[in-house]
Protein backbone atom coordinates (compact mmCIF):
# COMPACT_ATOMS: atom_id res chain seq x y z
CA UNK A 1 0.00 0.00 0.00
CA UNK A 2 1.62 3.13 -1.36
CA UNK A 3 -0.66 5.52 -0.45
CA UNK A 4 -1.56 8.68 1.78
CA UNK A 5 -4.95 9.78 1.95
CA UNK A 6 -6.09 13.49 2.71
CA UNK A 7 -9.86 14.52 4.04
CA UNK A 8 -11.71 16.89 3.61
CA UNK A 9 -11.15 16.61 -0.20
CA UNK A 10 -12.81 20.33 -0.46
CA UNK A 11 -12.96 22.93 2.15
CA UNK A 12 -14.82 26.02 2.12
CA UNK A 13 -14.10 28.18 5.60
CA UNK A 14 -14.80 31.69 7.04
CA UNK A 15 -12.34 33.76 8.42
CA UNK A 16 -13.71 33.42 11.82
CA UNK A 17 -13.74 29.23 11.51
CA UNK A 18 -11.65 26.75 13.09
CA UNK A 19 -11.16 23.62 10.71
CA UNK A 20 -8.85 21.05 10.55
CA UNK A 21 -7.31 18.68 7.47
CA UNK A 22 -6.09 15.13 8.34
CA UNK A 23 -3.56 12.95 6.44
CA UNK A 24 -3.34 9.39 6.89
CA UNK A 25 0.21 7.07 5.76
CA UNK A 26 0.02 3.23 6.59
CA UNK A 27 3.13 2.85 4.70
CA UNK A 28 5.49 2.96 8.35
CA UNK A 29 6.98 6.00 6.88
CA UNK A 30 8.78 8.26 10.06
CA UNK A 31 8.49 11.65 7.85
CA UNK A 32 5.29 13.47 6.92
CA UNK A 33 4.83 16.62 5.62
CA UNK A 34 2.66 19.53 4.98
CA UNK A 35 2.74 21.63 1.90
CA UNK A 36 1.15 24.41 0.06
CA UNK A 37 0.40 24.84 -3.06
CA UNK A 38 -0.95 27.94 -5.33
CA UNK A 39 -2.16 27.63 -8.95
CA UNK A 40 0.16 27.11 -11.72
CA UNK A 41 2.88 26.98 -8.64
CA UNK A 42 4.90 24.75 -6.87
CA UNK A 43 4.42 23.23 -3.72
CA UNK A 44 6.19 25.31 -0.91
CA UNK A 45 6.90 23.47 2.08
CA UNK A 46 5.39 24.17 5.66
CA UNK A 47 5.88 21.92 8.00
CA UNK A 48 8.02 18.35 8.39
CA UNK A 49 7.24 15.71 11.05
CA UNK A 50 10.26 13.11 11.66
CA UNK A 51 10.60 11.22 14.24
CA UNK A 52 8.00 13.05 16.12
CA UNK A 53 10.30 16.23 15.83
CA UNK A 54 9.01 18.65 14.22
CA UNK A 55 10.42 20.99 11.80
CA UNK A 56 8.25 24.74 10.66
CA UNK A 57 9.12 26.62 7.50
CA UNK A 58 9.52 30.43 8.81
CA UNK A 59 7.45 32.00 7.02
CA UNK A 60 4.42 30.02 7.82
CA UNK A 61 1.84 32.49 9.62
CA UNK A 62 0.99 30.70 13.19
CA UNK A 63 -2.87 30.80 12.52
CA UNK A 64 -1.40 27.23 10.60
CA UNK A 65 -1.01 24.58 13.35
CA UNK A 66 0.24 21.06 13.04
CA UNK A 67 -0.02 17.90 14.93
CA UNK A 68 1.20 14.89 14.99
CA UNK A 69 -0.72 12.07 17.05
CA UNK A 70 1.12 9.73 16.13
CA UNK A 71 2.91 8.06 13.04
CA UNK A 72 1.16 7.59 10.66
CA UNK A 73 -1.08 10.78 11.32
CA UNK A 74 -0.93 14.48 10.56
CA UNK A 75 -3.34 16.79 10.97
CA UNK A 76 -2.99 20.43 10.15
CA UNK A 77 -5.14 22.94 12.35
CA UNK A 78 -6.62 25.89 10.83
CA UNK A 79 -8.07 28.87 12.24
CA UNK A 80 -8.75 32.58 11.36
CA UNK A 81 -7.35 32.50 7.91
CA UNK A 82 -6.96 34.98 5.20
CA UNK A 83 -8.82 34.96 1.50
CA UNK A 84 -4.82 34.26 0.61
CA UNK A 85 -4.26 31.26 2.44
CA UNK A 86 -6.92 30.05 -0.41
CA UNK A 87 -4.78 26.66 -2.36
CA UNK A 88 -4.67 23.16 -2.77
CA UNK A 89 -3.08 21.87 0.43
CA UNK A 90 -0.67 18.47 -0.16
CA UNK A 91 0.34 15.93 2.23
CA UNK A 92 3.33 13.74 1.98
CA UNK A 93 5.35 11.29 3.25
CA UNK A 94 8.63 9.26 3.14
CA UNK A 95 11.08 6.52 4.99
CA UNK A 96 14.28 7.80 5.66
CA UNK A 97 14.97 10.66 8.32
CA UNK A 98 17.69 12.23 6.01
CA UNK A 99 15.14 12.97 3.30
CA UNK A 100 17.28 10.60 0.36
CA UNK A 101 13.82 8.59 -0.12
CA UNK A 102 11.30 8.88 -2.14
CA UNK A 103 8.08 11.18 -1.54
CA UNK A 104 4.44 9.91 -1.89
CA UNK A 105 1.83 12.60 -1.90
CA UNK A 106 -1.49 12.70 -1.21
CA UNK A 107 -4.47 13.69 -3.36
CA UNK A 108 -4.82 17.57 -1.29
CA UNK A 109 -7.45 19.37 -0.25
CA UNK A 110 -8.48 22.18 -2.02
CA UNK A 111 -9.17 25.12 0.79
CA UNK A 112 -11.32 27.99 -0.23
CA UNK A 113 -11.18 31.12 2.55
CA UNK A 114 -14.10 33.38 2.13
CA UNK B 1 19.76 29.86 -1.05
CA UNK B 2 19.17 27.15 -3.77
CA UNK B 3 16.65 27.94 -6.96
CA UNK B 4 15.26 25.61 -9.29
CA UNK B 5 14.34 26.65 -13.16
CA UNK B 6 12.37 24.19 -15.46
CA UNK B 7 12.52 24.78 -19.51
CA UNK B 8 10.84 24.94 -20.89
CA UNK B 9 7.70 26.16 -19.17
CA UNK B 10 5.13 24.99 -21.62
CA UNK B 11 5.75 22.25 -24.36
CA UNK B 12 3.03 20.76 -26.68
CA UNK B 13 4.10 17.81 -29.13
CA UNK B 14 2.07 15.25 -31.24
CA UNK B 15 1.55 12.22 -30.11
CA UNK B 16 5.01 9.65 -30.55
CA UNK B 17 7.70 12.38 -30.04
CA UNK B 18 10.29 11.92 -27.75
CA UNK B 19 10.80 14.46 -25.44
CA UNK B 20 13.10 16.40 -23.44
CA UNK B 21 12.37 18.29 -19.87
CA UNK B 22 15.05 19.92 -18.53
CA UNK B 23 15.61 21.13 -14.72
CA UNK B 24 18.24 23.62 -13.55
CA UNK B 25 19.57 23.83 -10.06
CA UNK B 26 21.90 27.20 -8.89
CA UNK B 27 24.06 24.69 -5.78
CA UNK B 28 25.13 21.43 -6.62
CA UNK B 29 25.27 20.67 -3.20
CA UNK B 30 22.32 18.61 -3.42
CA UNK B 31 20.89 15.35 -1.39
CA UNK B 32 18.97 13.87 -4.96
CA UNK B 33 16.40 14.75 -7.49
CA UNK B 34 13.09 13.74 -7.80
CA UNK B 35 10.68 14.12 -10.76
CA UNK B 36 7.37 14.25 -10.39
CA UNK B 37 4.10 14.29 -12.18
CA UNK B 38 0.84 16.62 -11.26
CA UNK B 39 -3.08 16.33 -12.88
CA UNK B 40 -4.81 19.08 -12.91
CA UNK B 41 -5.70 19.73 -9.31
CA UNK B 42 -3.88 16.15 -8.10
CA UNK B 43 -1.40 15.30 -5.55
CA UNK B 44 1.80 14.59 -7.09
CA UNK B 45 3.16 11.52 -8.25
CA UNK B 46 6.90 10.41 -8.01
CA UNK B 47 8.06 9.25 -11.63
CA UNK B 48 12.33 8.81 -11.04
CA UNK B 49 14.53 9.55 -7.52
CA UNK B 50 18.30 10.34 -8.51
CA UNK B 51 20.53 10.08 -5.45
CA UNK B 52 23.18 12.56 -5.27
CA UNK B 53 25.82 9.59 -6.10
CA UNK B 54 23.69 8.33 -9.45
CA UNK B 55 23.90 9.42 -13.03
CA UNK B 56 20.77 8.28 -14.37
CA UNK B 57 17.67 6.27 -13.42
CA UNK B 58 14.91 4.45 -15.90
CA UNK B 59 11.43 3.51 -15.46
CA UNK B 60 9.37 2.41 -18.64
CA UNK B 61 9.47 5.48 -21.32
CA UNK B 62 11.21 7.40 -19.06
CA UNK B 63 15.02 8.09 -18.26
CA UNK B 64 15.99 10.74 -15.66
CA UNK B 65 19.74 11.65 -15.92
CA UNK B 66 22.01 14.43 -13.03
CA UNK B 67 24.70 16.71 -13.89
CA UNK B 68 25.38 17.73 -10.72
CA UNK B 69 28.57 19.39 -11.47
CA UNK B 70 26.55 21.11 -13.95
CA UNK B 71 23.54 21.85 -11.72
CA UNK B 72 21.23 19.93 -14.11
CA UNK B 73 18.77 17.21 -15.00
CA UNK B 74 16.49 16.11 -18.06
CA UNK B 75 13.71 13.80 -17.84
CA UNK B 76 13.50 12.11 -21.38
CA UNK B 77 10.06 10.72 -22.36
CA UNK B 78 9.89 8.20 -24.89
CA UNK B 79 7.32 7.75 -27.83
CA UNK B 80 4.81 10.01 -25.80
CA UNK B 81 1.34 9.65 -25.23
CA UNK B 82 -1.98 11.60 -24.84
CA UNK B 83 -1.86 10.07 -21.29
CA UNK B 84 1.61 11.67 -20.84
CA UNK B 85 0.18 15.51 -20.43
CA UNK B 86 0.26 16.52 -16.89
CA UNK B 87 2.59 19.10 -15.37
CA UNK B 88 6.29 17.96 -14.65
CA UNK B 89 7.51 19.01 -11.67
CA UNK B 90 11.60 18.60 -10.50
CA UNK B 91 12.38 18.90 -6.92
CA UNK B 92 16.16 19.22 -5.66
CA UNK B 93 17.09 17.19 -2.16
CA UNK B 94 18.47 19.27 0.29
CA UNK B 95 18.84 17.02 3.30
CA UNK B 96 16.85 16.87 6.41
CA UNK B 97 13.58 16.60 4.79
CA UNK B 98 13.99 20.14 2.92
CA UNK B 99 12.94 19.98 -0.60
CA UNK B 100 12.80 22.59 -3.29
CA UNK B 101 10.37 22.04 -6.24
CA UNK B 102 10.62 23.99 -9.57
CA UNK B 103 7.85 25.54 -10.94
CA UNK B 104 7.11 22.84 -13.10
CA UNK B 105 6.79 22.09 -17.66
CA UNK B 106 3.05 21.45 -18.40
CA UNK B 107 2.86 19.03 -21.15
CA UNK B 108 0.25 18.51 -23.66
CA UNK B 109 0.49 15.51 -25.94
CA UNK B 110 -1.50 16.28 -28.91
CA UNK B 111 -3.26 12.99 -30.37
Known amino acids: DTEVTQTPKHLVMGMTNKKSLKCEQH?????MYWYKQKAKKPPELMFV???????INESVPSRFSPECPNSSLLNLHLHALQPEDSALYLC?????????????FGPGTRLTVL | KQEVTQIPAALSVPEGENLVLNCSFTDSAIYNLQWFRQDPGKGLTSLLL?????REQTSGRLNASLDKSSGRSTLYIAASQPGDSATYLCAVGLGGQNFVFGPGTRLSVLP
Open chain 2, 50 to 54: IQSSQ
Open chain 1, 49 to 55: YSYEKLS
Open chain 1, 27 to 31: MGHRA
Open chain 1, 92 to 104: ASSQDRSGSDTQY
